[in-house]
């Protein structure tokens, strides 16, 4: 009897280290729902800087595997170059 709360307890902490443990996880496959659909002609993308405003320094910017690498846009449909720009950007914070 006195041996049930602990093994609960230690099922609750497992439980619990298992579920923090998939977070990232989580995250992941909602940056990747996260993507956008908006065409790129209606924000008139365009896969070159403009006036050194260029995805990877915009907050919508969903980067790839690299820094280099296409990525994909939390507004804009379709793989972003990190080097592309919109109408839509916005400043990344600091
Ligand atoms: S500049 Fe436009 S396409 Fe690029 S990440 Fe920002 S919103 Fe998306």
């Known amino acids: 009897m006195s041996q049930e709360p602990k093994s609960a307890s230690r099922r609750t902490v ?4 298992v579920a923090l443990g998939g977070l990232p996880l ?6 990747a729902q996260a993507a956008g659909t908006l065409p790129k002609a209606n924000a008139h993308y365009q896969d070159h800087p403009n006036a050194g405003k260029q995805c ?11 820094p280099t690498a296409v990525g ?4 804009v449909a379709g793989p972003i170059a990190p080097n592309g720009w919109c109408t839509m950007f916005a400043p990344k914070a600091g």
């Open 26 to 31: 989580l995250a992941a496959a909602g940056a």
């Open 72 to 75: 994909q846009c939390k507004v």
């Open 56 to 66: 990877s320094k915009c907050n919508y910017f969903l980067p790839g595997a690299k």
């Open 14 to 17: 497992l439980i619990g280290a």
